[in-house]
């Protein structure tokens, strides 16, 4: 069974940089895709950007494109994001989760993601 656990979170400026970490255990093998959702207080959880498991297709949420970017490292059995211009609207709990289709992902999060993650903290303020 699939476990994924954040880090990397914190305090950081407008206009700043951060990275999360997504490591994932419990898997044989890395044919799934990624997705990273965030969730804002009083706010509803949304998808930020999700990736296949060969990152031949990365999709994004219009909000991010440009500032935020995906990456895995099978090797480490970890996915990043690394985010950049932070504005204090990204504040939220960022979460990772799976989704079991290798060739295709969405940032919906109807889409069928499981295994979640216990999320990490990002807040941007001055």
């Known amino acids: 069974q699939l476990q994924l656990a954040e880090s990397g979170g914190g305090l950081v400026q407008p206009g700043g940089s951060l990275t999360l970490s997504c490591t994932i255990s419990?898997?044989?093998?890395?044919?799934?895709?990624i997705g990273w959702f965030r969730q804002a207080p009083g706010k509803e959880r949304e998808g930020v950007l999700c990736?296949?498991?060969?990152?031949?297709?990365?999709n994004y949420a219009d909000s991010v494109k440009e500032r935020f970017f995906i990456s895995r490292d099978k090797t480490k059995n970890a996915v990043y994001l690394q985010m950049g211009s932070l504005k204090p609207e990204d504040t939220g709990v960022y979460y990772c989760?799976?989704?079991?289709?290798?060739?295709?992902?969405?940032?919906?999060?109807?889409?069928?993601?499981?295994?979640w993650g216990q999320g990490t903290q990002v807040t941007v303020s001055s």
């Open positions: 990736t296949t498991a060969r990152e031949a297709v990365t």
């Open positions: 989760a799976v989704l079991s289709n290798e060739y295709w992902c969405s940032t919906s999060i109807s889409t069928g993601y499981h295994s």
């Open positions: 419990g898997s044989t093998s890395d044919d799934y895709s």
